[in-house]
């Protein structure tokens, strides 16, 4: 049990990447070219997932609408963006990554620290006065909390500042855990944008502190891309899967055929990290 009474230790916010006075002034232009670059890549990325996709074959069959392939084109349109917004169709999305996740966490021999993984912000949230997390965020929170005590082991947050954010989201995720949930951060990685940054960053973090192996808290969804990611950066991982969407001990019903707003939102994530995962595979050949 964390001791209420005891010092905290002082936690570190270490730059990952330290420049050379050269690259300081080539800083503005870097940080152009990569905002263009992750720009680009998330409009690609929403026009390959729902309801884009569906949605983007339909415009096209209506633009297209005499030729002869039109009609089955927009069917096909059609066809993909009810069977998106289904609950099976979303769940067994789901469970093929938590399959490769593996299950709750029982056991995390040799581990040094715990990574909390950030997943956005709330911003300017009036009933708090301010930025806060998440519910993604604040559900992989309160299970690094839940493991810290367990384990007892250091916590690193990994998050960096959203668009119109006042603070990074790591900064947000430690006020967030310390206060109320009582357990120290040691360290804050302050500047990624995404899952490769959260990953190179905090590898930089943890190696400069001798850390090598970790457990990583993130959804189940999101343990086999990030788990991929922070092995190449050069860190032993164990899984820390939470927030399990793909699980149902309930037998399909028929409202369960009806299209669902969190089906959707479901069939989003999943293929999000299906796309993630494939271009990792590519991008390694």
Known sequence: MHDAKAPRPRAETIDPKPFTDQTRRLRPRLVRCMSITFLLKNLMGTLLLPPANALLLLGLAALCRKRRWAFGLALLGGLLLLLQSMPPVANALMRSLEQRAGPALVEASGAQAIVILGSGLN??????????????????LRYGATLARQLHLPILVSGGRPFKASRSESEVMAEIIERELGIPVRWRETESQDTADNAAMSAAILKAAGVKRIVLVT????????????????????????DFKGRSSQPIGLF????????????YFALHEWLGILWLHLARR
């Open 219 to 242: 959804q189940a969804f999101h343990i086999p891309r990030a788990q991929l990611l922070f092995e190449a950066a050069g860190l032993e991982v164990i899984a820390g899967p939470t």
């Open 123 to 140: 911003i300017d949230a009036a009933e708090y006065g301010g930025d806060t997390v998440n519910e993604r965020s604040l559900i992989r």
């Open 256 to 267: 369960d055929w009806l299209p669902q707003e969190k089906a959707m939102q479901n069939s």
